[in-house]
């Protein structure tokens, strides 16, 4: 492996990595510790194989190993009336146009999901090859993505679609259309 052939898979690998983590820098550490474990394990590489699918699925399952072992520091930790009410302040949102951003409607998707999607919408894989990083079948990587597209569109959309959609009380409703 030549360094110009990682040097090529930057960009991917940080954007990739910047919209699983919603944070610069938690992304750059992510990339960092794909590459450091990519240079340790080149020799597992096969010439003449992808080595963006190579790097991705290292990079997925470090990703996947750090939330687990977070979950598992989050249920060792003790909690406490402060923990709650911390929490409450972290999950309401800040202002109205919360729901309009894209990057925190993507990280309340499931992580399963959220990962597919990012790997066939931002960096254009074919199922295929989000099958073989996530080591999942492809009939789940579809599953997942057709779930995720939903479940963003109805986040996405949230609350403000049913106050633009919803009529005041004795309000009269006047087709565009047709005849009067």
């Not at 020799?43 to 072992?69: V, Y």
């Not at 406490?80 to 999950?91: L, N």
């Not at 959220?114 to 492809?138: F, G, K, N, Q």
Request: a neutral charge; aromatic letters at 4%; glycine letters at 4%.
């Amino acid at each position: 492996m030549h360094p110009s052939q990682l040097r090529e898979q930057l960009p991917g690998l940080r954007r990739y990595a910047r919209a699983l983590t919603g944070n610069a820098w938690a992304a750059d550490d992510l990339v960092q510790d794909t590459l450091e474990r990519a240079c340790d394990k080149w020799r597992l590489w096969s010439a003449g194989t992808d080595l963006r699918a190579w790097l991705f699925t290292i990079m997925h399952n470090i990703h996947a190993s750090d939330l687990r072992r977070t979950l598992r520091q989050q249920q060792l930790a003790p909690t406490g009336p402060w923990d709650q009410e911390a929490q409450k302040v972290a999950d309401a949102p800040s202002n109205s146009d919360m729901r309009l951003d894209l990057q925190h409607c993507l990280m309340q998707l499931p992580q399963e999901q959220r990962t597919v999607l990012l790997l066939v919408v931002l960096e254009d894989m074919s199922y295929a090859e989000v099958a073989a990083i996530t080591a999942t079948p492809i009939g789940t990587v579809m599953s997942r993505l057709s779930r995720a597209r939903s479940r963003l569109e109805a986040l996405m959309n949230g609350p403000a679609a049913k106050e633009t959609h919803s009529e005041p009380a004795g309000a009269q409703i006047i087709p565009l259309h047709g005849s009067r």
